[in-house]
């Protein structure tokens, strides 16, 4: 070799070792990138994924509107994948990681946090899946949105990251009536605030159209607050196929009843059903729960039909129900605040002003699972213990939300977590805090947004109803300052006596804690309690507050106890005796004449025990003072 390199220029040395060189070179790069490798990284702290699953790419949404997507991983590592517990699986924004993303829906865990791992557990070399809610933004264009899997607090997983290429424009809708369906929904009032149902198939132009075929009950007989378990049988008579069906409220009351069961998702949606789906022509099963009215006699429980979050219009669920006894729980339960004075039970009845808590919202789909909380002072965030877990500035906000027996927070500093409930507290006596994303303009549909609400408020889950609060807890007069059961134009002496009952409402449920205890406060901010909306409402309605104040301190007594004091929108002529009602005597509640009513052929509107509004409306505007328009609808009373 030595002779032959000695028989060969130098210039051509040269190129024959770079010739050699570049071969070198080549082979070890064909051994790098395409030789199998003999030492493959291991997965990272026992996660590795494979995407076996996904959507097509450039799939069309309409501006606003929300689909599903399934994607699918194959689990590659040695781990158990898990939706719950320690380092449990799903899905966060990513690219970057924990970004906001324009296509977040409102049942995302949270804001960077978009689906939980379906599958309880996925073991090594089986298939997971997420399914995650998009809701497309209103500009049109092409978007793409990355996301990936993460093994919550302990890796990111490798193989998890995918994007989807999301096309958001105006889809191309065939609308087509079928001549042979015949709208034959309606109904007509028969009595006091009862509907007889008329129901037969609708459909509309886009495609959903539903009848109801089969119910298990025409017609239920129950005692007040009875559980009712019921299924009906929906034919899909549209051209659209279902996939998720919710039974839900319906938008409009018929009659001034709560028939909210424990097992239902929300407080207006019944029952979510995702398996399968029912195609047109198909015949769909759904069972769900109800509680029977509190109130005896004849009702109608309205309910409705919402495919893939969109409500069929004009098809109802109309269940008749007779409810044969009352309901005398509240009136029994037994003191559990009582007043004590050297040992003495107290009967002047002269108390310290109560502080109430109540429950103003459930945690939902309506906020995004989560809420973001600010006030007007510099204001603190303490744990359920008394734990300082921030110091926050005027107008600074945390978002917050509950998930899994941990209670998530970020005041700034990114993500953390407690397992104790959180308290939101003002530094200022006077200040307002903010529920910045509830927003009842937006999603009630209401005039004004009635996000504000005086001293303290709560995140808190009831393990009971299994659902999320969020608690106001304030003085009492200062929620009566709030509360919207009358208008500020009404006659000043019929709103001192209506805010009176309401006190005596409120201080009879806060010394027996009847209604609510198992979700920690003493009423909600609804009608089946009284209807409060805070400080907006405080601020349109100045005459409110000024009647709280005239009456301040003021509760209705009967011998020596507070009375429980219901009332009621309007009677028919007369007030009911609490007897023919709920069962049971009452010696205060006896049934009066309402003369204004009659003369001006009302119907009853409530249920008819106890104080008239408009009735008590009218003797004030005819001269009577506001204590003897309490004496008159509830006798013997102090």
Excluded at 553 to 580: C, H, K, L, M, Q
């Amino acid at each position: 070799m030595q002779n032959l390199l000695n028989k060969v220029p130098h210039a051509s040395l040269l190129r024959v070792l770079v010739l050699l060189l570049a071969f070198c070179l080549y082979f070890i790069m064909l051994a790098f990138f395409v030789l199998p490798s003999t030492a493959n990284a291991a997965p990272k702290k026992g996660y590795d994924s494979l995407q076996v699953m996904a959507p097509k790419q450039g799939f069309v949404m309409a501006p606003g509107e929300e689909k599903r997507v399934l994607v699918g991983f194959q689990n590659k590592g040695p781990n158990t994948w898990n939706n719950t517990g320690r380092g449990y699986v799903s899905i966060y924004t990513y690219g970057p990681k924990y970004r906001t993303s324009m296509f977040q829906a409102g049942n995302w865990v949270d804001y960077t946090q978009a689906a939980l791992l379906q599958e309880p557990s996925v073991l090594p070399g089986e298939v997971g899946h997420v399914l995650i809610s998009l809701k497309a933004p209103i500009q049109k264009g092409v978007y793409e949105e990355t996301f990936k899997l993460a093994a919550e607090d302990v890796a990111w997983v490798p193989g998890g990251e995918f994007t989807l290429r999301i096309v958001v424009g105006e889809k191309q809708i065939k609308k087509t009536v079928n001549p042979s369906v015949q709208s034959s929904v309606g109904s007509k009032t028969v009595s006091n605030n009862s509907v007889v149902p008329k129901v037969g198939p609708v459909e509309n132009t886009d495609g959903l159209a539903a009848f109801l075929l089969l119910r298990s009950a025409r017609n239920i007989k129950a005692k007040a607050g009875e559980e009712i378990k019921f299924k009906v049988g929906i034919k899909n008579i549209g051209k659209t196929p279902w996939g998720k069906r919710e039974i839900r409220t319906s938008d409009v009351a018929i009659a001034s009843v709560n028939t909210k069961h424990s097992s239902w998702v929300t407080s207006t949606k019944v029952v979510t059903k995702n398996s399968g789906s029912v195609n047109s022509g198909a015949l769909d099963f759904i069972d769900f729960k109800f509680n029977a009215p509190k109130t005896k006699g004849k009702h109608i429980l309205r309910y409705r039909l919402a495919v893939d979050d969109v409500v069929i219009p004009d098809f109802h669920i109309d269940i008749p129900i007779e409810v044969t006894t009352g309901s005398p729980f509240i009136k029994d339960a037994p003191l559990i605040v009582q007043v004590e004075e050297e040992g003495v039970i107290k009967t002047d009845r002269l108390i310290d002003e109560p502080i109430v808590r109540i429950g103003l919202l459930t945690v939902d789909e309506e906020t995004s699972n989560q809420v973001e909380i600010s006030c007007n002072s510099t204001w603190k965030l303490i744990d359920g213990k008394g734990g300082l877990l921030g110091n926050l500035k005027k107008d600074e906000m945390v978002r917050a939300f509950y998930h899994n027996y941990q209670y998530f927070f970020n005041r700034g500093n990114g993500i953390e977590k407690t397992m104790d409930y959180l308290r939101f507290v003002p530094d200022d006596k006077d200040a307002i805090c903010i529920i910045e994303n509830f927003d009842r303009r937006r999603t009630r549909r209401a005039a004004h947004a009635d996000n504000q609400f005086r001293d303290i408020l709560e995140l808190r889950y009831s393990e009971a109803k299994d659902r999320t609060w969020v608690i106001n807890e304030l003085p009492l007069e200062e929620y009566l300052y709030g509360l919207a059961e009358t208008s500020n134009i009404s006659h000043h002496e019929f709103k001192k006596s209506l805010l009176t009952v309401a006190r005596t409402y409120a201080v009879y449920h806060f010394e027996r804690a009847t209604k609510h205890k198992s979700e920690y406060f003493h009423m909600n901010a609804y009608a089946d309690d009284q209807v409060y909306k805070g400080y907006g409402h405080e601020q349109r309605h100045p005459n409110v507050r000024l009647a709280t104040e005239d009456t301040r301190g003021v509760t209705v007594n009967y011998d020596g106890s507070t009375a429980i004091t219901p009332y009621y929108s309007r009677s028919d002529g007369r007030t009911r005796d609490w007897n023919e009602v709920w069962g049971g005597n009452v010696p205060w509640l006896k049934s009066v004449p309402a003369p204004c009513d009659a003369r001006n052929n009302r119907v009853l509107w409530g249920h008819g025990v106890g104080m008239s509004a408009s009735e008590a409306l009218c003797m004030a505007n005819e001269g009577s003072a506001w204590d003897d328009i309490l004496q008159y609808f509830y006798q013997g009373i102090d």
